[in-house]
Nanobody, 117 residues
Framework: QVQLVESGGGLVQPGGSLRLSCGGP????????MSWYRQAPGKERELVAN????????NYADSVKGRFTISRDNAKNTVYLQINSLKPEDTAVYYC??????????WGQGTQVTVSS
């Protein structure tokens, strides 16, 4: 099981920005697809974005296209989620996920993002 740790969440006003980070020790980071999920109160967990092993391809949920950017730095074993133009409906716990061979190999503990004035 891959161990992951997220950071960068917090309380931000609508229209603000945050950058989430995620990494972990003890696995060959560059061989994993990485994804970000989120779960809002009372809602199912939702795939937000994912990125291929070298960062050459990314995908986003329709609800975040144009506002969120996923990226990775394999030299630092870190994946990022830049979130801009935040809306109250972006309030959720954001999770980092490592995927290999089409199978989820590990989840982070989550980082809370709260968008409120």
């Amino acid at each position: 099981q891959v161990q992951l740790v997220e950071s960068g969440g917090g309380l931000v006003q609508p229209g603000g920005s945050l950058r989430l980070s995620c990494g972990g020790p003890g696995f060959i980071f560059s061989s994993y697809y990485m994804s970000w999920y989120r779960q809002a109160p009372g809602k199912e967990r939702e795939l937000v974005a994912n990125i291929t092993t070298r960062g050459g391809s990314t995908n986003y949920a329709d609800s975040v296209k144009g506002r969120f950017t996923i990226s990775r730095d394999n030299a630092k074993n870190t994946v990022y989620l830049q979130i801009n133009s935040l809306k109250p409906e972006d309030t959720a716990v954001y999770y980092c996920v490592a995927v290999q061979g089409g199978i989820i190999r590990g989840w982070g503990q989550g980082t809370q993002v709260t968008v409120s004035s």
